[in-house]
């Protein structure tokens, strides 16, 4: 009888008796751009085996969200990404995924309450369950995740490790248009004018970049000068924060581990951007 | 590119990489009896590799519950599971389980909250979350359980199917002491004359599961004379139910799918039982 106090070692000793492929993973809700499929090339370049999900999951839309107009192009999806050399898509329908009687929750407390989770309760326990539920069915060594979503990240991350998941998570750089704005499935349904307006976001980021470049700490003058920014743009803004990148707290002071996080309105449309403080 | 909707077809081509012993699970807290190791000779039949694991685990005990003093014998334990030839013994400690910073939690809502839910707030959700890690961490094919924690198998199962795990629980009969009392580990703190009192559980159930073959359907009249049979021997009575078998709801008339559940309180200890009223 061999006996073990160690997760990891109990873990490896099973996993010898398992071959192993490194199996990459990149979740998506389809509509793929250019951010997707940087994802899917990373993906690629470091796994034997690159799985791609497509899957509007309607547990992460709040009741008056836009899970109904969220674009969906299954075709052109799988054209793309057969074109860039991904090797299994997983397309599941609702029923599959949250079949009658469905009713367990993943809740990874304190992250998912704050910043974008405040403007969008339950989202990030959609988000939660619905990534460990496409985890478990793929297995993954590798997932493949865009940084705009920065929240995202922290949250499925931390969650991975909490429950012992052996999936570990790549932080991939958000992907810009040549203007600066950050690719979005969302960005779709910005008017014109609004696309032009859109790319104050990060022009907000870049100016505060610059500022923490030039000496300035403190978060309360950094924030008021992309609020400028943003407002004089004509965006709504739901928040600017700049907050520890482990903890997703406030920080008063920026320092090496500070991030600048916003969602704005353009319109009707709720765009999200961030980026690193770095000192 | 191979392209799936089906979840079962995608694992399926992701597990043909992927060779495969038959791996079982028996979760404990340890205190083994012989219900316990019931469960480990079932698995050791039925797989290649008998996995055990011994954790008393925090988050399923409330702040007034018997955590500081439920029976710990981890030198005896292992002895025991040497002798019955269990393959693998995984005894974690609560810094490896519940590392600072632990914040993720399962919840099975509608069936948590329920019969020992209600007199434990938070005992299922304590019991989902230490469980899908403990699977993440072994990653068996089945799952041994006994039905003397029957709510516990019927959350578990539903979690397990709604998060898309693999692992199968294997419902095991409960194990009796010659008197009837199911053994459990919290026997031990009966005292002599609680001990021979105790035997009022499953007699109540027995006299059901009579009246039920004799002919009655209506189930507050079994409750009925089942609380008599329990308090006359001088037992506190949590709950007597009977309800359907997979919902956990409260059923008015016995059917083939029901099964009476109770928790009983014998001094301070507390005993749950329970039986199918197969018709």
Request: contains cysteine.
């Amino acid at each position: 009888m061999r006996v073990y106090q160690g997760k990891d070692e109990i873990r490896q000793s099973l996993r010898e008796s398992r071959q192993g492929l490194k199996v990459g993973f990149v979740p998506t809700m389809g509509a793929l751009h250019e951010g997707h499929l940087s994802l899917v090339e990373r993906c690629k370049t470091e796994c034997d085996l690159c799985v791609v999900s497509i899957y509007v999951n309607p547990a992460q839309f709040g009741p008056s969200e836009d899970l109904g107009k969220y674009p969906r192009n299954l075709d052109k999806d799988l054209e793309l990404l057969s074109k860039r050399g991904a090797d299994l898509v997983f397309f599941p329908d609702d029923v599959q995924m949250y079949p009658p009687g469905y009713r367990t929750w993943i809740d990874v407390e304190g992250l998912s309450e704050k910043l974008c989770g405040a403007s969008r309760p339950g989202h990030f326990r959609g988000v939660a369950t619905v990534v460990l539920k496409l985890c478990n069915i793929v297995r993954p060594d590798s997932m493949y995740m865009g940084l705009k979503d920065f929240q995202q990240i922290v949250v499925l991350e931390r969650m991975l490790k909490d429950l012992d998941c052996e999936t570990r998570i790549v932080r991939c750089p958000i992907i810009r248009e040549e203007d600066g704005l950050a690719l979005s499935s969302r960005n779709a349904y910005l008017e014109p004018d609004e696309r032009l307006r859109a790319i104050s976001l990060s022009q907000a980021l870049k100016m505060a970049r610059e500022q923490v470049a030039s000496g300035t700490r403190d978060s309360a003058a950094l924030i008021e000068e992309a609020s400028k920014t943003v407002s004089a743009a004509g965006g709504t803004i739901d928040y600017i924060k700049i907050v520890d990148a482990d903890t997703l707290e406030d920080v008063a002071m920026v320092n090496e581990n500070s991030r600048m996080l916003l969602a704005v309105f353009m319109g009707k449309t709720r765009l999200i951007d961030n980026c690193a403080l770095g000192i």
